[in-house]
């Protein structure tokens, strides 16, 4: 299994007889333009970054980081830039090759919030359950 949270949301995977990771973030637009991907991010990743649009900025940038944060959960593959997650026309994640190869799955559970499943398999079902938030008493 694999577990991450943010803020109010928490996602958890859980899987059998396969490896898997998940990551989630709230999106701050302001921290996607500051040089975390010049430190962690592979060199074709940053171009990626430099050659879009400022309003795709946020969005592309949170995708990148949270399928390298699943993928390190999942395959322990360190460091960050020693592999690249890149994109189809369509806007989908490609398949990683590397060990077999690993598959990923975005879930944006709205513009503010971004998730990734990174998994050694094609063959998946997702599902979702959304409980309410309970608020603690004072």
Same mark, same amino acid.
């Given at each position: 299994?694999?577990?991450?949270? !943010?803020? @109010?949301?928490?996602? *958890? #995977?859980?899987?059998? @007889?396969?490896?898997?990771? $998940?990551?989630?973030?709230?999106?701050?637009?302001?921290?996607?333009?500051? @040089? *975390? #991907?010049?430190?962690?991010?592979?060199?074709?990743?940053?171009?990626?970054?430099?050659?879009?649009?400022?309003? !795709?900025?946020? +969005?592309?940038?949170?995708?990148?980081? !949270?399928?390298?944060?699943?993928?390190?959960? +999942?395959?322990? $593959?360190?460091?960050?830039?020693?592999?690249? $997650?890149?994109?189809?026309?369509?806007? @989908?994640?490609?398949?990683?090759?590397?060990?077999?190869?690993?598959?990923?799955?975005? $879930?944006?559970?709205?513009?503010?919030?971004?998730?990734?499943? #990174? %998994?050694? !398999?094609?063959? %998946?079902?997702?599902?979702?359950?959304?409980?309410? %938030? %309970?608020?603690?008493? #004072?």
């Amino acid at each position: 299994f694999s577990l991450s949270k !943010t803020e @109010n949301i928490c996602v *958890i #995977a859980i899987g059998k @007889n396969v490896k898997l990771g $998940i990551d989630v973030e709230h999106v701050k637009p302001e921290y996607s333009r500051t @040089n *975390i #991907a010049e430190e962690f991010f592979s060199k074709t990743e940053i171009e990626f970054l430099k050659n879009i649009s400022e309003d !795709t900025m946020p +969005g592309s940038f949170y995708r990148i980081w !949270t399928a390298k944060e699943a993928l390190i959960k +999942g395959h322990k $593959i360190i460091p960050l830039d020693s592999f690249t $997650i890149s994109f189809s026309e369509d806007g @989908n994640y490609k398949r990683l090759e590397k060990d077999g190869g690993w598959y990923f799955h975005g $879930i944006d559970f709205n513009k503010h919030c971004i998730s990734t499943l #990174a %998994v050694n !398999t094609s063959d %998946v079902m997702l599902s979702f359950y959304q409980y309410p %938030v %309970v608020e603690k008493e #004072a």
